[in-house]
């Protein structure tokens, strides 16, 4: 077993105008019992002054002139990092106390433990009703999961410095909040490494969602992206797909799932062409299909929030299967597309022929 005094621990925050949830995340963060061994942030082209507020806070700061994304924020940072564990969180996450003792006694615990991540606590910082639904969504969906995980996850993920510098760390390419961390976690299980998922390892999300930023953090920065990893995975390694898409928001109940929307939707639409028994029979089938597959998170917001709440989050969560099967099908086309056809479209002319 090692040395738990022989273990350090780097703690890496990318941020862009943070705000005041940063400044929490700062103040969370100070108060940690023991205390990080280092703690690095940043400021990937913020025009708030949130480099300042680090500094106060006595972080190490890199400033970055104009924004490169989450993604080349972290690996500077890591190269920064002189310890054994990194540990990144996200500039609108708040640690617990024991946050970092918790993180420094499982690699010690494990010493075959490549990386680890946690979830959201079920106490949500924004107190709007979309951002309760999302955050508690998160917390329910990795409280259910395997506790080994395909996945990394840079909110609230530790992983060990020698190895994610030997990966290469995350793929600057994604130049939003993205799924950069996914795809890390995908190269890391491609390679044998072991991730768990802890669950006891909780972090508080303070961010507060809108209609629009949820909407285009789904669709456009998960959705389409992860659909997009996913196909990759299954042309270069079908075993590892199979693993993958049984985890976390791709399992088969969630695939039913999307499946029932979507016949559900035909449905409605069939019968406002056409109403007959038929059609309000399969409309009411569909329906009670997706309450009862999907029952037990909604007897979790039941139990969190009470029944309006859970009222309310029914159609939000069939309209993110919606548009999480409508992402799946566009990734499939794209795919499809640059597989066989583009090169098709980008093949010279080697026919021989001359053209009068």
Request: contains cysteine; aromatic residues 14%.
């Amino acid at each position: 077993m090692i040395d738990s005094a022989r273990l350090t621990i780097s703690v890496i925050i990318p941020v862009y105008n943070g705000g005041e949830d940063f400044h929490q995340c700062l103040a969370r963060l100070s108060q940690a019992q023991p205390p990080p061994d280092q703690v690095i942030v940043v400021a990937d082209g913020d025009t708030d002054g949130s480099w300042r507020i680090a500094q106060d806070f006595g972080a190490t700061v890199i400033r970055l002139p104009t924004a490169g994304g989450p993604a080349k924020a972290r690996n500077l940072g890591a190269k920064e990092a002189q310890s054994d564990i990194l540990f990144f969180i996200d500039a609108d996450v708040a640690i617990y106390p024991d946050t970092i003792g918790q993180v420094v006694k499982i690699f010690n615990n494990e010493p075959n433990l490549t990386a680890l991540i946690g979830s959201y606590d079920d106490a949500p910082g924004a107190a709007n009703f979309l951002s309760q639904y999302k955050n508690l969504l998160h917390h329910y969906t990795h409280q259910t999961a395997s506790e080994q995980a395909s996945t990394f996850w840079g909110a609230c993920g530790a992983i060990r410095r020698d190895i994610f510098l030997a990966m290469g760390g995350f793929e600057e390419n994604y130049r939003q909040p993205c799924i950069e961390d996914i795809e890390l976690g995908y190269r890391l299980k491609e390679k044998g490494y072991r991730i768990k998922l802890c669950k006891t390892l909780r972090v508080k999300h303070l961010k507060r969602w809108g209609i629009i930023s949820l909407l285009r953090a789904d669709f456009f920065y998960r959705a389409l992206p992860w659909t997009a990893i996913i196909l990759k995975v299954r042309d270069a390694s079908p075993e590892n797909c199979r693993e993958f898409i049984s985890d976390l928001n791709l399992k088969l109940s969630s695939r039913i799932s999307v499946v029932l929307v979507y016949a559900l939707l035909g449905a409605l639409v069939t019968a406002y062409w056409w109403s007959s028994t038929v059609i309000a029979i399969a409309t009411c089938v569909f329906s009670l299909a997706l309450l009862v597959l999907n029952r037990p998170v909604y007897q979790f917001f039941y139990q969190k929030r009470g029944l309006l709440f859970t009222i309310r989050t029914v159609p939000w969560h069939w309209l993110y299967y919606f548009y999480s099967g409508l992402a799946f099908a566009i990734g499939i086309v794209r795919h499809w597309f640059k597989k066989y056809l583009k090169p098709l479209i980008d093949l010279p002319n080697i026919s021989g022929f001359n053209h009068y």
